[in-house]
Antibody, heavy 120, light 112 residues
Framework: QVQLQESGPGLVKPSETLSLTCTVSGGSIGSYYWSWIRQPPGKGLEWIGNIFFSGSTNSDPSLKSRVTISLDTSKNQFSLKLSSVTAADTAVYYC??????????????WGQGTLVTVSS | QSVLTQPPSVSGAPGQRVTISCTGSRLNIGAGYDVQWYQQLPGTAPKLLIYGNTNRPSGVPDRFSGSKSGTSASLAITGLQADDEADYYCQSYDSSLSGSRVFGGGTKLTVL
C-alpha cells in the first residue's frame, strides 16, 4: 500500500511563497498523476494541480499563475510552490495519488494533510 | 461556488437509507466523465468510497453504492450507522477547465 506524507512550514508570511513536499513510500512514483488538494478551515476540497511522472503539469485556472509543481523521481517526491500567498491560502494541504477510471481520474491514496497558515 | 452541486446536509436515522446528489453540467458529468465519491471523517483525510461511478475499492462495504444519470450522480447509503456520520464529496473532471479535476461542495451527513 503506497503511503504519502506532506512536509513543509506550517506558517508562511503574506506575499511569500508556500513550499510543500510530498514523499511517496511503498511504491514507485512512475506511471501516475500526483496531485495537490487543499481544504480551507471549515470548507470543502479544492484541487490545486497535478504532475504526471513524465513531468507534465495541470493546475486549476484560478491558481495557475501562482502554482509550480515539480517532481524528483530519485527521491520519490513531488513538490508544490504557491507564490504571493494571502490569508485566503490558509488551508490543510493534501497530496494524493491519482488512479485512472474508464473516463476520468480519482484520488485513491492521500497523505494525512498539513495545515499551512498564512499570517504575519 | 463549486462546479459540482451537492446539498449542504442530509440526515437519517440508524438503519435507514439516505442519498446524496451531485449535479453537474454537460461539461463534466454530462460529458460522460466518471464521478467519484469520498468520505471525510472529522479531522481526517478524505477516503475514496466510489470510483468510476459505481465501483467500490476493496474494503468499502456494499452499503455504499453509486449511480449516474445524465448530468447528475448519486451516492446511496443503506443500513445507516452512527460512524457513517461524515462529510461526503463528489468529484469529476471538467472539460472546460484544462486538466481540471473538480469537487462538489460537500454534504454533511448527520445520523440522528
Amino acid at each position: 500500500q503506497v503511503q504519502l506524507q506532506e512536509s513543509g512550514p506550517g506558517l508562511v508570511k503574506p506575499s511569500e511563497t508556500l513550499s510543500l513536499t510530498c514523499t511517496v513510500s511503498g511504491g514507485s512514483i512512475g506511471s501516475y498523476y500526483w496531485s495537490w488538494i487543499r481544504q480551507p478551515p471549515g470548507k470543502g476540497l479544492e484541487w490545486i494541480g497535478n504532475i504526471f511522472f513524465s513531468g507534465s503539469t495541470n493546475s486549476d485556472p484560478s491558481l495557475k499563475s501562482r502554482v509550480t509543481i515539480s517532481l524528483d523521481t530519485s527521491k520519490n517526491q513531488f513538490s508544490l510552490k504557491l507564490s504571493s500567498v494571502t490569508a485566503a491560502d490558509t488551508a490543510v494541504y493534501y497530496c494524493a495519488r491519482e488512479g485512472r477510471s474508464n473516463s476520468g481520474w480519482f484520488f485513491d491514496n492521500w497523505g494525512q494533510g498539513t495545515l499551512v497558515t498564512v499570517s504575519s | 461556488q463549486s462546479v459540482l452541486t451537492q446539498p449542504p446536509s442530509v440526515s437519517g436515522a440508524p438503519g435507514q437509507r439516505v442519498t446524496i446528489s451531485c449535479t453537474g453540467s454537460r461539461l463534466n458529468i454530462g460529458a460522460g466523465y466518471d464521478v467519484q465519491w469520498y468520505q471525510q471523517l472529522p479531522g481526517t483525510a478524505p477516503k475514496l468510497l466510489i470510483y468510476g461511478n459505481t465501483n467500490r475499492p476493496s474494503g468499502v462495504p456494499d452499503r455504499f453504492s453509486g449511480s449516474k444519470s445524465g448530468t447528475s450522480a448519486s451516492l446511496a447509503i443503506t443500513g445507516l450507522q452512527a460512524d457513517d456520520e461524515a462529510d461526503y464529496y463528489c468529484q469529476s473532471y471538467d472539460s472546460s477547465l484544462s486538466g481540471s479535476r473538480v469537487f462538489g461542495g460537500g454534504t454533511k451527513l448527520t445520523v440522528l
